[in-house]
């Protein structure tokens, strides 16, 4: 009897809307696959420090009541690495992934991911993107399961681009990129935008070098410097845009930059190292964001002396958290189903996940670098920092899609 009382008492709290929190108290654990190892390792540290460094401050407070946790696997950067993971954290039963460097590992990650939810329907995972730009992931390579969160490729070339037609003194600009699929884009969306916002714009000379293997900028910087160019373009990032910066500094070659990826670890001591420099950043994000976020920072630096600024995380936590209490499950298909689409706070204004091919919609930030005045953030403790000097509305950036998504069911 006590136990027919029991189930009636429990049915009831359901039907008045105990099932609201079904998934409260739940422990949401998540993959993360990036290089912890290898020339960029610094980058996969720092970023593997700020996923859970987001997950432990977001599992306090978020709609849906849960706790995540963070676990590291290091991919090397490799897409072959990358299949080795996914396999690995299918085995230890994550249901969520998350990777952003290099847009090869990330093509080799959804297909994994796409082919394992096809073949074990019940078992699904979802892969997060926070970093890995090849617009290809949200075109023709889209797919249910995948989300990102950064801005692809095309995306921050519109907003450089619209930045950079309204700066009369750049009329000869020399390309220099990573020979890879992000390398390739950032020339060829740079090529196409200025095309068309400012067909003045001369290209002084255009290198494609390998990933993670030149240990000497020098030869490419006698270059820039021989084709007389007035600016330089680079969507590089971590050590190849560290030593590049360093290879600059010995040869005294000081023409403004343009870059994605200036602030990544590793590249502003290098960027202090020369003294004065004219350096701008396109990103969703910047070194002096106040409220939430900018007191995140600060907790950041003071627990590990190092910089937080892969803020997808925290968009990531956020996105999934409410797509958590949306569905009131943490089942990666009704996950997914209700991050589709769905409209969060964040930093820089709303961002909202778009449906048609999950490339998250956010706002764009041109900063520049300079001496960080009082009570400005000094990154990496150069007493440098990036300042804001242009923020763009989401529809600024936002490019078209040629996704045609499958759905489950």
Not at 263 to 289: F, I, K, M, R
Not at 347 to 353: E, H, N, S
Request: with cysteine; net charge positive; proline share 4%.
């Amino acid at each position: 009897m006590k136990n027919s009382l029991r189930i009636v008492a429990v049915a009831a709290m359901v039907a008045a809307g105990g099932a609201a929190h079904a998934q409260k108290g739940e422990t949401v654990r998540i993959a993360f696959m990036d290089p912890l190892s290898g020339p960029f390792a610094n980058v996969g540290q720092n970023q593997l420090k700020s996923w859970q460094f987001a997950a432990e401050k977001l599992s306090a407070k978020n709609p849906a009541g849960v706790k995540f946790e963070v676990v590291g696997f290091d991919n090397k950067g490799s897409p072959q690495e990358s299949l080795n993971t996914v396999k690995a954290a299918v085995d230890q039963g994550f249901r969520y992934i998350t990777q952003g460097n290099g847009s090869g590992a990330a093509t080799a990650i959804l297909d994994a991911v796409s082919k394992h939810n096809e073949r074990n329907p019940g078992k699904e995972i979802v892969y997060l993107n926070y970093a890995a730009v090849d617009p290809a992931l949200t075109n023709e390579k889209c797919d249910f399961w995948h989300f990102r969160l950064d801005a692809d490729t095309s995306m921050k070339m519109e907003a450089l681009t619209s930045f950079m037609k309204d700066q009369p003194k750049v009329k000869s600009v020399y390309l220099l990129n990573q020979n890879y699929s992000h390398g390739q884009q950032v020339a060829k969306y740079f090529k196409d935008a200025i095309a068309r916002k400012r067909p003045d714009v001369k290209i002084a000379g255009e290198d494609l070098h390998p990933i993670g293997q030149v240990k000497d900028f020098a030869p490419y910087v006698a270059k820039i410097k021989q084709s007389g160019a007035d600016t330089v373009l680079t969507g590089n990032w971590g050590q190849d845009l560290t030593l590049l910066v360093k290879a600059m500094n010995d040869a005294g070659l000081k023409i403004p930059m343009y870059t994605y990826y200036a602030g990544v670890t590793g590249t502003p001591t290098a960027l202090a190292g020369g003294g004065d420099s004219e350096v701008y950043v396109v990103a969703y994000g910047h070194s002096n964001h106040t409220g939430e976020i900018g007191q995140m920072g600060a907790e950041f630096k003071k627990k590990f002396n190092d910089d937080y600024y892969t803020f997808a995380t925290y968009n990531g936590i956020q996105l999934l958290s409410a797509a958590m209490a949306k569905a009131k499950s943490t089942n990666p298909v009704a996950v997914a189903k209700a991050m589709e689409g769905l409209t969060v706070k964040s930093f820089g204004g709303d961002v909202t996940m778009r449906a048609s091919d999950h490339q998250l919609q956010q706002s764009m930030y041109i900063t520049k670098w300079q001496k960080a005045k009082p009570g400005e953030y000094s990154v990496e403790n150069t007493g440098y920092t990036f300042v804001p000097i242009k923020q763009m509305d989401p529809y600024v950036s936002s490019t078209p899609t040629s996704c045609q998504m499958k759905r489950p069911g």
